[in-house]
Structures are given as C-alpha cells and as structure tokens.
C-alpha cells in the first residue's frame, strides 16, 4: 500500500494568527502564557489538518516560535557570548533572532533559493544538547493521540549553513579546516538526541538535509560518512534522509555510504527520477517520492504522476509498501489555504494551497491504491498555451541599444544637465499611518476613487517640492499610490492573480503575498504614466520613470511549473517594453527599472547560473533597447553580493545604477577591485534599513573609498534603497546631509561631469 507524509504546513496561519502572536508578545500586549497557549492552538491546528488529509505519516518538529535553524542553535547550545546577560529562555530566544538593547541579532540570510529567510548560527566549536525541543514536541503531540515522526534539520545542513568565527572574520565552516570539527562534535549531540527520543518511544525519524543537493566538494564525503555513523550510533530508529530545492549531488556515494532506512527525493527535478532509476536503491530500502510541488500553487498532474511513479516502481522492482508519497518540499513556501480567496471559479480550479495540496496528495494515494475513481481528462484540458514559438524567439534576441554607453551618457549629462555627483533617491518615499489608512478605506469603498486619486496627487506634489528645496538633482514620485513594487504591476497586467490572504513568511513575523501569474501576461493599459507625468508636470528638474524589472517581477511571484520562466519573463518583458516607450513619449527623460530579485533567482546548482544570468541581463536590455540616445536607463539592486554576477550586471548596459554599499560597510566596492565597472553608479551611501540619521562623514567615506575603482565623473550620490519603511523625521535630515556630501565633493573634485568620458 502506498502511505504518505509531508511537512513544514505554513505556520503563518489562515489570518495570519501566528504573526499577530509574535507581534502581540514583543509588543508586550500579551503575557508569556498567553503566547505559548496561542502557539498551542496554532500546532494543534496544524495536526488537525494532517490528520484530516490523510496523511499517514504526520510529523513533529516542524513548527517553531521563530526560525527552525535557530531552534537548532538554540537546542545544541550555539548561544553567542553577547547574550550572556539574558536569563529568560524566551527572551534569550527572541534576542539571537532580533537583537536587544546591548546585543545585535545574528544575521539572517536567504534559505536556498526560496523567499524565506533563516537566522544563521554562529559556531565556537562546541555543541551541548541543551533542551530537547523534539521530544518536547513530540511528547505533546503523543499527548493528543498522535505519534508523529520527528522532522529536523540534518548535520550536514545545519554545519554547512552557519558560519564560524577566524580571526575576527566569520567564514563558512566549509571554507575552514573546522568543518570536519563541527561535523562530528555537533553528531555526538544529534546522536544524543535520538538516543532520548528512542528511549522515549518514537520510531522514526526524518532529516532534511536539502544542502545535500548544493555543489559542495567531494572532499567533503567522507566527513558526511563519519558524521553520520557517529548519529547512527545505537539508534533503531527508522531514518529517513530526505532532499529538496533540487537533485541529489552525490548521488551513488551517499545512497551506498549513509545508512538510512527511506530516501527522499524532489521528484520534480529530473535528476533525481535519472538516478534513481540509474543507480537503483541498495536492497529493503524505501524511497520518498516528492511530487506535489510546493514552490508553485497549481493543480500538479495526477496522470503524469502516476506514471512516474509507475515507471520508477517497476525499474526499481519496489513493492508499494517501499514507497512514500509526500510533497515535493516543505509546504511552507506556499499560502495556507484557498478557502478565503474568492477567486473566480475557472481559474481556482486549477489552483492548489497548502491544505488543497495535501488533499491532492491524499487523492493521488487513492488513485494509486486504487481507491478512487477519478476522472484524468480533466488533467487534459488547461495544456498549457504552446510556449515553443516563444522560446525560439527568446532564443534569436540580441537586444543592443543602438549607441554605446560613452556617446550616450555624455550627451544625457548635457542634456539633463547633471552636475558631478548627481543626487537622487531610489524611488519610494515614507508610507505613513495616514497614506495606508487612506489605501485601506480606498480599498474597502469608504472613500471614492476621486478622492482618493487627490490624496496621492497631493503627496506627489509635496515631495516634488520637498526634493526641490533640499536641492535634490533627479526627482522622483514618491511611489504613493503602490503598496508593494511587484503587486503593483501584478494587479495592473493581465495573466495576475492578487490574493487577499495568500501569505507566506519570509522571515520571523514577516510574510509576503505574491501574486500568482495563471496566463499569459499582457498589458492592456499604461500602468505608471498618469503619476509620473503629473510628478515631472511640477517640476523643471527631471523626474525618474519608475518601474520594477522583468526578473523581479517573476521571481517574486508564483510561476506554473509547465511554462519555462524564460517565456514568463518574456511576457513581462514585453508589457514593460511597452511602459518604456510610453513614458518616453510622455516626455520622460530618466526610467529606472528595479531589479532587486536579480539575485534571487540564482539557480543552486553552479552548472546552471550561467544562462540564468545570461538571460536575466539579456531580458532587461530587451526592454531598453529602443529607447533614445538621451533616454537615460537606471537600474537598482539592493544587496551587497555581487562578486559572482557583476559581468552580467555589466551586460544590463543601464546607463546606471544604484545598489546597497552602506549596510555592507562598503564590502561591495571590493567586487569592482576585479571588474572595471565603467557605467555610472551610485554605491549606497545612507544605510536606510537603520532609522540612524547617517552623518556626512560617514557618506563621505564611502563615496572616497569607491573612487579607488570608480571614476568620480560616473559616481551618483544616493541612499542603499527605497525610504518607504523609514520616517520623514529621519529622511529630511539624511538628505540634507546626503546633499552637503555631494556638495563637498563637488567642491573638492570640480563641478561638471569630464575627463574619460
Ligand atoms: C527593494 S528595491 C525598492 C525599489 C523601489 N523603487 C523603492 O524605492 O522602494
Ligand atoms: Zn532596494
């Protein structure tokens, strides 16, 4: 019999019960016991519905207060010295995830190629089992009738994604001698683990190890090997090994070297269906098989999956009993559940949120064990719209504006008549109380379009005329009227789908709503002009365009897995093109395009980066590539690593660009030690995710630093990003001092653009 299992349902809650608890705690609006019975009721709902789906195997562990990488921290005693003064196991929790008054938060950073984020544990070298929060969870869940299988976070995934301190540098362990250290110290306290839980009565045990599927160096193997002989020690437990984000590396020597009881793989990564089929599975082992796909929310073929699974099964001679059907990942990258959206019927038929997927998993178990009757032409009918033209299109493109850069932005500088060291901001303005409140009764039909249209004119007006007075040289508009850079446009082009309650955490309390592209996507009328052209209408300087990018806009929404990204992109490509020109013919002189999620997009594997970079700087030339000589193009990215992706940022050909130097305390100029970037730039000078008024020294710092590589007759001056999460108190003041910066510079340097240009 087929049997089933999945992890990780979203813990952020149909109304997002889970963040108003955190926020209620830290506001100190609820007391301690409060909080921790409210979490109760959330993990019981998350049983419930497991149990309902008819899940077979329902696990523990996969809920957590916070972030589950720092319950490891916390757990195996990862507890930086800078919080020795906290005594409150609570307090001391919640402090290594957001700081307090004397110690900083660890850092947080990307978990793989997802949208969530993971607070990274910092290592010394020892690890101590402190709190056995597994079998805490476990022993509760066995309370309310449940024997649930523990899922935790593996050794290796663990070690590789924390960082150890050298000299005071924090290095990867992978890039000191100390990994192997690590490894096999912090197995020992693994090992102990699962020795208290055996001895508890739980009988299996799954780890996620999905850093099993990076390209780290075969070296490395070995000190796997060992580790996990040593978490193997004395234990029966029934061990599943599971992997996802993408295939398996290594895939013989780990299935013949670590002895687990199940493997589990992402089966919508076809190297792992390759090699499982290649290699087989040593003998009485069991496979995973994860095909319901949790980074995308739509319906996933039953038809095709059945005969996978089918085909896998016979190659491999598996009995059903071998095999485990789960999701592909944790569900926690998808929204709760469609039950609150009001989606028009023909397109929520297709789609399928965390609880709608483990009914879907559930149903394919039936299909498979034969116990339901369902009707596949239905897998038939939405075939996909035939993307091969495009993609051969995609393929032919070689967009190229049609003078270089040199005889552009020389004569762009005369014609805006910049001066050297040109000021600007990145875009948005501070969204206050009043303009969210205004949005919300806009929203809900308190206040009529008219009236609300006003309200943002009025906004625009006053920051045009703010950005005068404070002497700023390429104005912007504010960005009132959007609430968020991707929904914006989401909500304007064709091919979207907003959601009301599609939330999804990205990191602690935080969650965000992606738009969901269904269709075709299409632009059927302007999106920014009327604001735009209003802005620039109130002023003589030049006033930016703003728009967000085409691998933005894909990669900070939901895509379907049966169309390539590169067509999905290319769609959105096209719609901006069009923008482009319009906000030319409107008279626009300056569009800045937003690639924040440039990065993002990475691929994990190393094998494939290249054409993902090749293309994302190949589509964004394609939106630019018929605009003006004097039309001047900027671009923004706002994260410090760059030394992978330069080139490629390069390739863009924007005429410039804006990006984070400040937060990194100028770490990113030492990426342009080994490229020459010679297009204009304005390297962060104000860390704007600090509501700290940054002095002009400080500004002035990191301007003379980056003209050790950068020419100053191509250097802007300009925040790290967008200023509308800070306060105009803390805004007015930093531009003010961001403005005498320039100012001095001018002075000391000279005051017209010249020289290599
Ligand atoms: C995350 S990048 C944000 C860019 C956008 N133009 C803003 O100023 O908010
Ligand atoms: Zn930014």
Redesign the pocket.
């Known amino acids: 019999m087929f049997r089933t299992t999945a992890s990780y349902f979203p813990r952020i809650g149909l109304k997002r019960e889970y963040k108003q608890n955190l926020e209620s705690y830290w506001e100190k609006k609820i007391s301690k016991e409060e909080f921790v019975s409210n979490m109760q009721e959330i993990q019981k709902h998350r049983l419930d519905v497991y149990s309902k789906s008819g899940l077979d195997y329902i696990v523990c562990n996969d809920f957590t207060y916070y972030d589950f990488m720092l319950d490891l921290s916390f757990m195996f005693g990862c507890i930086p010295e800078r919080f020795s003064h906290i005594q409150d196991e609570l307090d001391l929790y919640f402090a290594m995830a957001r700081g307090d008054s004397k110690a900083q938060a660890q850092e947080m950073t990307k978990w793989f190629d997802t949208n969530y984020h993971y607070i990274v544990p910092e290592f010394d070298g020892h690890f101590e089992l402190k709190n056995n929060t597994v079998l805490k969870n476990w022993l509760e869940d066995k309370k309310l009738g449940y024997d649930t299988t523990p899922v935790i976070i593996g050794p290796f995934t663990f070690i590789s994604l924390g960082k150890i301190n050298d000299n005071n540098k924090w290095l990867k362990p992978s890039q000191t001698k100390e990994f192997r250290s690590l490894l096999l110290n912090v197995a020992k306290q693994y090992n102990t683990l699962l020795i208290q839980l055996q001895e508890n009565g739980v009988r299996r045990i799954c780890f996620d190890e999905p850093a099993f599927v990076l390209d780290y160096d075969k070296s490395f193997l070995k000190d796997i090997f060992d580790a996990y002989e040593i978490v193997k020690k004395n234990i029966f437990l029934d061990i599943t090994l599971n992997s996802y984000y993408e295939s398996l590396s290594y895939f013989n020597e780990i299935i013949e070297n670590i002895n687990f009881d199940t493997l589990g793989l992402d089966f919508t990564f076809r190297e792992n269906v390759e090699n499982v089929i290649k290699f087989g599975l040593p003998k009485d082992k069991k496979l995973q098989i994860g095909l319901i796909g949790t980074r995308h929310p739509f319906k996933d073929n039953l038809n095709e999956a059945k005969q996978l699974i089918g085909l896998v099964q016979k190659k491999l001679s598996l009995s059903s009993d071998q095999m485990i059907l789960s999701t592909a990942g944790p569900l926690m990258h998808l929204p709760v559940s469609l039950e609150l959206e009001n989606f028009d019927p023909k397109i929520s038929n297709k789609l399928l949120f965390s609880k709608e997927k483990l009914q879907h998993l559930n149903l394919l178990k039936n299909i498979l064990n034969g116990r339901s009757d369902y009707d596949f032409s239905d897998e038939q009918l939405e075939k996909d719209e035939n993307y091969e033209e495009t993609l051969l299109t995609i393929k032919k493109l070689n967009p190229k504006r049609a003078h270089p850069f040199k005889l552009r932005y020389i004569e762009q500088v005369k014609s805006l008549n910049l001066p050297k060291f040109p000021t600007t901001t990145?875009?948005?303005f501070p969204q206050t109380k009043e303009l969210r409140q205004k949005r919300s009764q806009f929203i809900s039909g308190k206040i009529s379009e008219s009236e609300y249209n006003q309200y943002i004119n009025d906004q625009i007006k006053y920051i045009v005329k703010l950005q005068e007075d404070l002497g700023i040289d390429v104005l912007v508009h504010g960005?009132f009227e959007r609430s968020d850079?991707v929904e914006f446009f989401a909500q304007k082009l064709e091919g979207f789908l907003c959601t009301k309650h599609g939330w999804v955490i990205s990191y602690g309390s935080r969650a965000i709503r992606p738009p969901i592209i269904y269709g075709k996507v299409k632009r059927t009328k302007p999106m920014t002009i009327k604001e735009i052209v209003y802005a620039q209408s109130l002023t003589k300087k030049p006033l930016k365009g703003?728009l967000t990018g085409p691998i933005t806009i894909l990669n900070w929404s939901f895509t379907r897995p049966n169309v390539p990204k590169e067509v999905i992109a290319y769609e959105i490509a096209l719609a901006l093109k069009e923008e482009v020109m319009d906000l030319q013919k409107a008279n626009i002189k300056i569009i800045?395009i937003?690639e924040?999620a440039f990065r993002e997009g990475l691929p994990l594997k190393e094998s494939k980066k290249k054409d993902y970079l090749e293309f994302a700087s190949k589509i964004f030339r394609f939106v630019v590539e018929d605009v003006d000589k004097l039309t001047q193009i900027h671009t923004?990215m706002?994260y410090s690593e760059f030394d992978e992706i330069v080139n490629y940022i390069y390739e863009m050909d924007a005429d410039c660009i804006s990006i984070e130097a400040s937060r990194s305390k100028g770490d990113i100029i030492s990426s342009f030690e080994k490229f020459k970037y010679d297009h204009a730039i304005g390297l962060g000078v104000w860390d704007i995710h600090s509501p700290r008024v940054p002095s002009v020294e400080e500004m002035l710092e990191i301007a003379e630093r980056s003209f050790m590589y950068i020419d100053k007759n191509l250097f802007w001056i300009n925040p790290d990003?967008?200023?509308?999460t800070r306060k105009y108190e803390e805004v007015i003041p930093s531009l003010k001092n961001m403005i005498e910066a320039a100012k001095i510079l001018r002075k000391k340097y000279g005051e017209k653009i010249e020289g290599v240009l």
Do not use: A, N
């Open positions: 990145i875009g948005s960005e850079m703003m800045q937003d924040p923004h706002c990003c967008g200023l509308k």
